[in-house]
């Protein structure tokens, strides 16, 4: 049975909608970044860029580094934009764009996120490298999905919404783990691993506090209080537990790699954030050729 076209939406000249791409132009191994600026971060280490492809706040670019051929992606900020994006990438090496069918036989993607996100303890140094391990989500993003949830750890959810007392009308809290294996391979003396909440925006949600107060002041307290078998919450951003939640449904392999910018416990910020995400890169795509 074919997708209908409002489904499956096609450019003219039969890309993907929204990533503006078409099979051809997508690697197997897949850099998603949030600013699309920092596209060209990433990039201007290739040793050749084949495919320039953008539309709205998805900027794509392919090409070679030492040989492993590459694809970094912007997503902009939040779950909503993952929705769109892990979709359209998986789209695009599992669905016949021609006959509008899902291939039988299917592809997995490597998706590896390079983000900023913020320390949430005092130990968390600025500027260290945080590797997810795993990934609490206070999104609503897969819940939409039918038995999303058979890829949850619901224990481990469960300890947390009992824990922070979790106000139902938020969310359902929802956790999942990193691809093990990239979690292996990327992993080394230079990084750090920890849980990470994914929450739907910057302010309120991750506790912050311009004029708008909190509903629940004590949110970040709790947050840092947390311990799930030894090991606590590390960090707060906007989009790895959509990412790991999403890419484990489809059936590819995804690892967040977080360079960490701010401390909320110390409340400073890192003096050079351009110079941590840029040394980031550069061990992730090191990581990659290995």
């Known amino acids: 049975m074919s997708i209908k076209e409002s489904e499956l939406i096609l450019t003219e000249k039969g890309n993907i909608y929204h990533l503006n791409l078409a099979p051809s132009q997508l690697a197997p191994t897949v850099i998603t970044v949030g600013d699309p600026d920092r ?41 909503d934009n993952i929705d769109i994006v892990m979709n359209e990438l998986d789209a695009l090496v599992n669905i016949d764009f021609e006959k509008r069918q899902v291939k039988k036989k299917l592809t997995s993607l490597d998706i590896i996120r390079i983000g900023t996100s913020g320390g949430l303890t005092e130990d968390i140094e600025l500027d260290s490298f945080l590797i997810s391990n795993s990934a609490i989500g206070l999104d609503n993003v897969m819940h939409y999905y039918d038995k999303a949830e058979k890829i949850f750890n619901r224990d481990f959810a469960q300890l947390f919404i009992d824990h922070t007392q979790w106000n139902p009308d938020n969310s359902v809290p929802y956790a999942v783990g990193a691809d093990k294996n990239l979690l292996m391979k990327f992993a080394s003396e230079k990084t750090l691993q920890g849980i990470t909440i994914t929450n739907v925006g910057f302010y309120g949600p991750q506790g912050r506090v311009l004029r708008a107060k909190l509903k629940d ?74």
């Not at 084949?50 to 070679?64: C, D, N, P, S, V």
């Open 217 to 290: 002041e004590d949110l970040n307290e709790k947050l840092s209080s947390f311990r799930y078998k030894g090991k606590k919450i590390t960090n707060l951003e906007m989009e790895t537990a959509t990412i790991y939640g999403m890419t484990k449904m489809l059936g590819h392999r995804a690892l967040s790699m977080n360079a960490i910018i701010a401390n909320r416990a110390s409340g400073t910020f890192s003096k050079n954030p351009t110079k941590t995400v840029d040394a980031l890169i550069q061990y992730t795509l090191e990581k990659i050729a290995q």
């Open 39 to 79: 596209v060209e971060m990433v990039s201007k280490y290739f040793d050749i860029i084949e495919t320039k492809a953008q539309h709205r706040e998805f900027k794509t670019h392919t090409g070679l580094y030492k040989g492993k051929r590459i694809s970094v992606i912007s997503t902009g900020i939040g779950p």
